[in-house]
């Protein structure tokens, strides 16, 4: 079983509606938790870090950490087609000096005008 | 926008071949990491670097070799390209606070 399960879609929705985006994880250390953007052919984007449990938010975009059930989401509101891309978590042990990440699968959006 | 460049973008060589994918980061980050990926397909670890003259393998085996002489520059190195090694590369880094990690456009390689 994979540390960090994460589907892969693809997600189809339409232009202005609320993507809703998540992962589960098997491992209580996850400490770090990242959401990555990616479009064909290009490196992970940076787009949301959390520490420990708690919500954030940044511009039009939401990330949700519930460590109690090992689950964590980024919501997408008013979805513009410049969205469509695939969305990568990624997280990390805070004890773990290596600092190494695990990633899930990723799931592709699409986002239809 | 990060500071974290891989060069180059794309390489297409041929079978036997050595060749070397380079990764500089100008943000001091004492942690870097060398990711592969294939089309569709989720990243996987091949190797990482804590610091300077530090580098362990990752999860996924790999043929491809790495060396840190400085903190700034994390090379990876395939000493004879094989068709199977066509993917696609990605470098990150991380400072010792282990907060946000960031990527690098990445590096196609296709070996012919």
């Known amino acids: 079983q994979k540390e960090v399960e994460q589907d892969p879609g693809p997600l189809s929705v339409p232009e202005g509606a609320i993507v809703s985006l998540n992962c589960t994880y098997s491992?209580?250390?996850?400490?770090?938790f990242m959401w990555y953007r990616q479009y064909s052919r290009k490196g992970p984007e940076l787009l949301m870090y959390?520490?420990?449990?708690g919500n954030k938010e940044d511009g039009r975009f939401t990330a949700q950490v519930d460590k109690s059930s090992k689950y964590i989401s980024l919501f997408i509101r008013d979805s513009q087609p410049s969205d469509s891309a695939t969305y990568l978590c990624a997280m990390s042990v805070g004890t773990d000096s290596w600092g190494k990440l695990q990633f899930g699968a990723g799931t592709q959006v699409v986002v239809t005008p | 926008e990060a500071d974290i460049y891989q060069t180059p973008r794309y390489l297409v060589i041929g079978t036997g071949k050595k060749i070397t994918l380079e990764c500089s980061q100008t943000?001091?980050?004492?942690?870097m990491y060398w990711y592969q990926q294939d089309p569709g397909m989720e990243l996987h670890l091949i190797h990482y670097s804590y610091g300077v003259n530090s580098t362990e393998k990752g999860d996924l085996s790999s043929e491809s070799t790495v060396s840190r002489i400085r903190t700034e520059h994390f090379p990876l190195t395939l000493e004879s390209a094989r068709p199977s090694h066509t993917s696609q590369y990605l470098c990150?880094?991380?400072?010792?606070?282990?907060?946000?990690?960031?990527f690098g456009q990445g590096t196609r390689l296709t070996v012919v």
């Open positions: 959390t520490y420990s449990s």
């Open positions: 943000m001091g980050h004492d942690k």
């Open positions: 491992n209580s250390a996850f400490q770090y």
């Open positions: 990150a880094s991380r400072d010792l606070g282990n907060t946000e990690a960031f």
